[in-house]
């Protein structure tokens, strides 16, 4: 079984950094891409950073200049750091990963369980 376990989130003032991180473990044959995703209330969950098991990355742009997502293929781990954090980045911060659990697996989506993050001005 595959669980994605989130850290890191927590109350920050506006201009201020966090770093969020998450540990992908269990029956894992590889990894694709990792990424954090985000939901605020009343909105939809939008993808905010993802990168590929190569490195390359794509952020969303209301990040970008900001954030900065980076793994550990070894750790199976995937990091996000938040700089020059807005209170418009307050939100569910979620893991998510594109893997094989077996060799004859499908590659398909998992999930953490998410981690709040809240910016006051």
């Known amino acids: 079984q595959v669980q994605l376990v989130e850290s890191g989130g927590g109350l920050v003032q506006a201009g201020g950094s966090l770093r969020l991180s998450c540990a992908a473990s269990?029956?894992?044959?590889?990894?694709?891409?990792m990424g954090w995703y985000r939901q605020a209330p009343w909105k939809q969950r939008e993808l905010v950073a993802a990168?590929?098991?190569?490195?390359?990355?794509n952020n969303a742009d209301s990040v970008k200049g900001r954030f900065t997502i980076s793994r550990d293929n070894a750790k199976n781990t995937v990091n996000l750091q938040m700089n020059s954090l807005k209170p418009e980045d307050t939100a569910v911060y979620y893991c998510?990963?594109?893997?094989?659990?077996?060799?004859?697996?499908?590659?398909?989506?998992?999930w953490g369980q998410g981690t709040q993050v809240t910016v006051s001005s």
């Open positions: 998510n990963a594109d893997l094989r659990a077996t060799r004859f697996s499908p590659t398909r989506p998992y």
């Open positions: 269990g029956s894992i044959f590889s990894i694709n891409a």
């Open positions: 990168i590929t098991s190569g490195g390359n990355t």
